[in-house]
């Protein structure tokens, strides 16, 4: 099947129900963060609280695009997703997802709130690290690591707990000045439900966390999927086969005779050297595209060098974009960035392109990874969730956790993942609630409200996630690498 023999076609399998287990592992990992308020708050019941949560997570993830996806898969070094050796990028994706996994069940094993965001980025991070200590590597060092993308990803990781942390004592200090009845701030009754008005803010803040998280994290397991994807089957997903040549060309045309425009004597040497790589990439597109008509008569290799010459184009432009130095009329810009990045992804996405502009081109997952994923998800969050929940309700703070303090964090958090989503941000849905709710109890008693211990594991966890993923990740890319040959 798709010209793969057995062999591989069998590692094609495990590999995509290997992406499968870490989206469902995420669901009963991160989700749990979700439904902690509502069920240590009895405004649901168990049961009923994970069904729900599970079904806002397949209708997030349904409608959230691709545009965190791609973020994800920017982070790897572009030879390695134009690797024409199968079984080097077998070893990449088994790689990617061992860590993963592995990370999250143990964390997830000790009751920790530890973040599935940080788990994944570490492990893309730790290939391209083992990328680069390959001996035929041995001269590119770790330029070929996508640094740009890693930083910006990891500013989003590192600031939204700080965010949801602040915004979350602002909010409390607002709801007890304005609030005169006390109820939401006193601890839940045991096995009695919240008054129905407080009992519908928990529901409702559940299910935008719930959404949210299907939106964001959600997009983390497509874009694993679509790594696998490319990997196996670059003939069919190297590029989105379904995408309008002729709008490509368009597009093309609109960047090469903007770009053209652009005076270096203003530029930085590293501004000249992103416009000398932008016309270089939009020249060898050209190339390919001039004689096709469609994307059926492209071949495998061809599909590769657009998909380089895509991802260039894009990087390299909005670097030129966003400079000062460049001599660009505001109209010039924006049409500029609509011939690359395209008009902005609606709301609601099923599937497909992310965007209508050169990005389209690379920027893409089938209707159906998105279901296969968002079912995994949802079926995920079902089961799981014991252990995070007590950690959430009693072992953050000093005091069990108040209705107020429970509402007022998963607002937080809801607001916090739907604004990472928007500008395409991958952020880890368990840091900010759990910062949020170690926000709430600080607003109630001071930092003396906190439990050292617990806030010191969530902390560590924190902290080590990423150097720990990118170890192993290296490690196991490197013996796998060794492994193939």
């Known amino acids: 099947m798709f010209g ?18 870490f989206e469902f592992v995420n669901g ?47 982070l790897l070094p ?36 530890a973040s599935s965001s940080h788990t994944l980025i570490g492990s893309i991070i730790g290939i391209g690290v083992g990328h680069s200590l390959l001996p035929e590597n041995a001269n590119m060092g770790t330029s070929s690591i996508n640094w740009d993308k890693v930083i910006e990803i990891s500013q989003a990781l590192l600031l939204s707990p700080l965010f949801g942390f602040a915004l ?5 200090y607002i709801l007890k000045k304005s609030i005169k009845n006390k109820e939401i701030f006193k601890e839940p009754k045991k096995n009695s439900p919240p008054p129905l008005w407080i009992r519908s803010i928990l529901i409702t803040t559940c299910t935008l966390v719930s959404f949210f998280h299907g939106r964001n994290d959600g997009q983390k397991g497509i874009g694993l999927v679509m790594v696998i994807l490319i990997a196996f089957l670059p003939g069919y997903f190297a590029v989105n086969t379904t995408l309008d040549l002729q709008m490509v060309k368009e597009s093309l045309t609109t960047v090469q005779s903007i770009s053209a425009k652009i005076d270096t004597i203003p530029l930085s040497e590293k501004e000249r050297e992103s416009l000398k790589k932008l016309k270089h990439a939009s020249d060898d597109l050209s190339v390919i595209l001039v004689p096709s008509l469609n994307t059926d008569q492209l071949t495998t290799t061809q599909k590769f060098d657009i998909r380089k010459a895509a991802l260039a184009i894009n990087k390299n432009s909005k670097k030129l974009i966003e400079s000062e130095s460049v001599t660009l009329s505001d109209g010039d810009k924006k049409a500029m960035k609509k011939a690359t990045q395209g008009d902005k992804a609606p709301f609601i996405s099923f599937g497909g392109s992310s965007s209508t502009g050169m990005a389209g081109v690379t920027d893409f997952a089938p209707a159906w990874v998105m279901w296969m994923v968002a079912l995994s998800l949802g079926l995920g969050t079902m089961i799981g969730w014991k252990r995070i929940v007590i950690t959430i309700g009693e072992k953050i703070g000093k005091d069990h956790l108040t209705y107020a303090q429970g509402a007022s964090a998963e607002l937080i958090a809801s607001i916090t993942i739907g604004l990472a989503t928007a500008y395409k941000w991958p952020v880890s849905t368990t840091h900010v609630l759990s910062s949020g709710i170690a926000g709430t109890m600080v607003a109630s008693r001071g930092i003396k409200n906190l439990q050292g211990g617990t806030v010191k594991t969530i902390v560590m966890a924190w902290i080590l996630t990423l150097p720990v993923t990118i170890i192993l990740s290296t490690t196991l890319f490197v013996l796998l690498r060794w492994i193939v040959g």
């Open 4 to 21: 793969l023999d057995p062999t591989l076609f069998f590692l094609l399998f495990f590999c995509l129900f290997a992406a499968c287990a």
């Open 28 to 74: 009963f990992h991160d989700t749990a963060n979700a439904v902690a308020t509502v069920i240590y708050t009895h405004s649901l019941k168990p049961t009923q609280a994970v069904v729900w949560s599970g079904t806002m997570n397949f209708l997030g993830l349904l409608t959230g695009g691709v545009g965190v996806t791609m973020s994800i898969i920017g």
């Open 78 to 113: 572009t030879e390695l997703l134009i690797d024409s050796n199968v079984y080097h990028s077998m070893a990449m994706a088994l790689a990617l997802l061992l860590t993963a996994i592995i990370w999250n069940l143990g964390t997830w094993y000790f009751g920790i709130p």
């Open 168 to 172: 979350a004592i602002v909010l409390m």
